[in-house]
C-alpha cells in the first residue's frame, strides 16, 4: 500500500507555516541574507537573531564552548540594532516563508521600539525574548518576573499588530505563571524555551571558561527540560506552542507535538550540522505520521496527555 499523504501545514496564531520546523533565534547571527537562504530549505518559518534598540557588541570572548550534549553560550546579544534589522528583515522575507522578528529590551520602553522596527519592515510576527537581564535589577531575567513579562508584551504589542509570540525562559520556578503573564497581556504563542542557565569550568585556569562566566546551555542536554515545560504549558494554558530545545533529529520533533507543541524550533543542531537537517527532520515527520495512518500533522498535537 503506496503510503498515506500526509498534510504537515502547521496553523498557529494566524500564521499559517508550509511544515513545523522554524530556526530558532540567534544560531546563525543577524545576516538577512542568511536567513533568506535558510527560508529557501525546508523550513516553515525563520527567526532573526533579537536584536534591540541599539547596536550591541556582546560579551569578551570565549563566548561558546563545548559541552557534554550541547554548548554553553554567553554572546552578550551581539546585533547591528533595530535601524539596521529593519534591512535584514526585508532580505531575509525574500525567502518566501514568514519572518519572525526576535526583539528584547532593557526596559518597556525599548521593547516598543524594538516592536516598531519590526512592524515597519513587514515581520511576519514578533518574538519577544525575554531572556536579558532587567537593568533595574541587575542579573535577574525580565523573564523570571509575571509583572514584567506582563508590561513588556503589552508594550509590544501595542506597537505590532500581527501574531505576537513570548519566548520563555526555563530558569523559572513556574513557567506556567509567567505564560499566563503573557497571554494576559496580549501574547498568542509561547515559545518553550530559550537557554538553561549554566556553567562551565577550566580546570587548569581554575576560572569560568566563558567571558561572561554564566551562559546559556543548548542541545540535546536540555531536551527534556524543554520538553517538559512544553508539557505542563499545554495543560494550563490555551494559547499554542513552539517547543525549542535539543532538537536534532525526526522524533525529538514528534516528541515535542505529542506534548502538546503546535511547531518546533531548532537551532543547536545547525552548529555541527548543515541546513539538510530540516529536510531529514520534515521527511522522517511526515514517514511516521504516514505510518502510524495519520494524515494532517495536527492530528497529534498533545495527544501524549490523554
Ligand atoms: C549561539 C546561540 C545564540 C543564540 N542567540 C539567541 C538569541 O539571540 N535570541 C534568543 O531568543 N535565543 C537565542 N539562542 C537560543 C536558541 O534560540 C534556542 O532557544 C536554544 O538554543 C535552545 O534550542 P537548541 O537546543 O535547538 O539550540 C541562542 C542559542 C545559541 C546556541
Given at each position: 500500500?503506496?503510503?498515506?499523504?500526509?498534510?504537515?501545514?502547521?496553523?498557529?496564531?494566524?500564521?499559517?507555516?508550509?511544515?513545523?520546523?522554524?530556526?530558532?533565534?540567534?544560531?546563525?547571527?543577524?545576516?538577512?541574507?542568511?536567513?533568506?537562504?535558510?527560508?529557501?530549505?525546508?523550513?516553515?518559518?525563520?527567526?532573526?537573531?533579537s536584536f534591540g534598540t541599539t547596536a550591541r557588541e556582546g560579551y569578551q570572548g570565549p563566548v561558546i564552548t563545548e559541552v557534554a550534549a550541547g554548548y554553553l553560550n554567553s554572546l552578550g546579544l551581539p546585533n547591528p540594532g533595530s535601524e539596521q534589522m529593519k534591512a535584514?528583515?526585508?532580505?531575509?522575507?525574500?525567502?518566501?516563508?514568514?519572518?519572525?522578528?526576535?526583539i528584547y529590551g532593557f526596559t518597556e520602553e525599548e521593547y516598543g521600539v524594538a516592536a516598531t522596527a519590526a512592524q515597519d519592515a513587514g515581520a511576519d510576527a514578533l518574538e519577544l525574548n525575554v531572556s536579558c537581564p532587567h537593568v533595574e535589577e541587575v542579573?535577574?531575567?525580565?523573564?523570571?518576573d509575571p509583572d514584567l513579562v506582563a508590561r513588556v508584551t503589552s508594550a509590544s504589542r501595542s506597537k505590532f499588530n500581527r501574531p505576537l509570540i513570548v519566548k520563555l525562559s526555563p530558569n523559572v520556578g513556574d513557567i506556567v505563571e509567567i505564560a499566563e503573564a503573557a497571554a494576559g497581556a496580549g501574547a498568542e504563542a509561547i515559545t518553550a524555551v530559550n537557554t538553561v542557565r549554566a556553567i562551565a569550568i577550566d580546570v587548569e585556569m581554575r576560572r569560568p571558561i566563558l567571558g561572561g562566566r554564566f551562559g546559556g546551555l543548548s542541545g540535546p542536554a536540555i531536551k527534556p527540560i524543554a520538553l517538559r515545560c512544553v508539557y505542563e504549558l499545554y495543560e494550563k494554558i490555551s494559547l499554542?506552542?513552539?517547543?525549542?530545545?535539543?532538537?536534532?533529529?525526526?522524533?525529538?520533533?514528534?516528541?515535542?507535538?505529542?506534548?502538546?507543541?503546535?511547531?518546533?524550533?531548532?537551532?543547536?543542531?545547525?552548529?555541527?550540522?548543515?541546513?539538510?537537517?530540516?529536510?531529514?527532520?520534515?521527511?522522517?515527520?511526515?514517514?511516521?505520521?504516514?505510518?502510524?495512518?495519520?494524515?494532517?500533522?495536527?492530528?497529534?498535537?498533545?495527544?501524549?496527555?490523554?
Open positions: 500500500m503506496p503510503p498515506t499523504k500526509v498534510d504537515l501545514t502547521s496553523r498557529l496564531a494566524g500564521l499559517s507555516l508550509r511544515n513545523p520546523l522554524i530556526l530558532a533565534s540567534g544560531i546563525l547571527g543577524s545576516s538577512g541574507a542568511m536567513l533568506r537562504e535558510v527560508a529557501r530549505e525546508c523550513v516553515g518559518a525563520v527567526t532573526t537573531k535584514e528583515i526585508k532580505e531575509a522575507r525574500k525567502g518566501g516563508v514568514p519572518v519572525i522578528a526576535s542579573g535577574l531575567e525580565i523573564g523570571r499554542p506552542i513552539i517547543g525549542c530545545g535539543g532538537i536534532t533529529g525526526w522524533q525529538d520533533a514528534v516528541e515535542y507535538l505529542l506534548a502538546g507543541a503546535s511547531a518546533v524550533q531548532i537551532g543547536s543542531a545547525l552548529v555541527s550540522r548543515d541546513f539538510s537537517v530540516f529536510k531529514e527532520i520534515s521527511e522522517g515527520l511526515g514517514a511516521y505520521l504516514s505510518r502510524h495512518g495519520y494524515t494532517r500533522l495536527e492530528e497529534i498535537v498533545g495527544i501524549a496527555h490523554a
